[in-house]
T-cell receptor
Framework: QKEVEQDPGPLSVPEGAIVSLNCTYSNSAFQYFMWYRQYSRKGPELLMYTYSSGNKEDGRFTAQVDKSSKYISLFIRDSQPSDSATYLCAMNVDNTDKLIFGTGTRLQVFP | EAGVAQSPRYKIIEKRQSVAFWCNPISGHATLYWYQQILGQGPKLLIQFQNNGVVDDSQLPKDRFSAERLKGVDSTLKIQPAKLEDSAVYLC???????????????FGPGTRLTVL
C-alpha cells in the first residue's frame, strides 16, 4: 500500500464548478499537509499548507484535513480554465523536510 | 526574485550512457532537493542537501546516481550508466531553511525531462 493515495483523474468540469480533490494516507505520523499545483512542463508550486486537522481558506481555495480519517481535501470554488493543471497532495512528518507526494490529479476546466 | 534554474530542459540519451543535470537554487536558500518524477506519478525525493552536507539520500540509487553541491550553492545530479527506467523529469527544489523543520516552503524549478532510449 502506498503511503499517499490520490485519484489520478482526469477530472473534467465546466467553468464555475466547485471542484473537490482528495488524498488518503496511511502514516499517522504525518503532521503537515500541502497542496501543490503543477502546470504542464513546469515544476510544482505550493498552493496551500495546513498543519494537523482543520480547514484553511485562501481565496477560492479551501484545504481540509481530517486526521481521524487520514483524509485531506482541496476545494476550488468558481473554477476557471486557468485552474487546469495537475494537483498534487504532499505531506511530511514533524521535524523532517522530506515530502511524500500523491500521484496527482489532473484537472481540466472547460469554458 | 529569480526562481530555481535548471539545465538542460530536455535530454535524450541511449541506455548505458551518462548524463548530468545542473541546478542553481534561489539565492540564499540553504537547502536543496533533487526529486525524480516519473510520468503519471508524484515527485520522489532522491537527495536533500543542507548547505554542503547530505541530509537524506536514502532513496538515491547509489550504484548509478550521484549528486554533489560544492560551495553550498549549485548542484549537479549525475546518472552513470542510465537505464530505461530512469526516463523521468528531474526536479530541483530549494528552501530557505529558517522555519521549523517540515514547514519551509520548497520552491521547484521547471525540471529536466530525461528520455532514455
Amino acid at each position: 500500500q502506498k503511503e499517499v493515495e490520490q485519484d489520478p483523474g482526469p477530472l473534467s468540469v465546466p467553468e464555475g464548478a466547485i471542484v473537490s480533490l482528495n488524498c488518503t494516507y496511511s502514516n499517522s505520523a504525518f503532521q503537515y499537509f500541502m497542496w501543490y499545483r503543477q502546470y504542464s512542463r513546469k515544476g510544482p508550486e505550493l498552493l496551500m499548507y495546513t498543519y494537523s486537522s482543520g480547514n484553511k481558506e485562501d481565496g477560492r481555495f479551501t484545504a481540509q484535513v481530517d486526521k481521524s480519517s487520514k483524509y485531506i481535501s482541496l476545494f476550488i470554488r468558481d473554477s476557471q480554465p486557468s485552474d487546469s493543471a495537475t494537483y498534487l497532495c504532499a505531506m511530511n512528518v514533524d521535524n523532517t523536510d522530506k515530502l511524500i507526494f500523491g500521484t496527482g490529479t489532473r484537472l481540466q476546466v472547460f469554458p | 526574485e529569480a526562481g530555481v534554474a535548471q539545465s538542460p530542459r530536455y535530454k535524450i540519451i541511449e541506455k548505458r550512457q551518462s548524463v548530468a543535470f545542473w541546478c542553481n537554487p534561489i539565492s540564499g536558500h540553504a537547502t536543496l532537493y533533487w526529486y525524480q518524477q516519473i510520468l503519471g506519478q508524484g515527485p520522489k525525493l532522491l537527495i536533500q542537501f543542507q548547505n554542503n552536507g547530505v541530509v537524506d539520500d536514502s532513496q538515491l540509487p547509489k550504484d548509478r546516481f550521484s549528486a554533489e553541491r560544492l560551495k553550498g550553492v549549485d548542484s549537479t545530479l549525475k546518472i552513470q550508466p542510465a537505464k530505461l527506467e530512469d526516463s523521468a523529469v528531474y526536479l530541483c527544489a530549494s528552501s530557505l531553511d529558517v522555519a521549523p523543520l517540515g514547514t519551509d516552503t520548497q520552491y521547484f524549478g521547471p525540471g529536466t525531462r530525461l528520455t532514455v532510449l
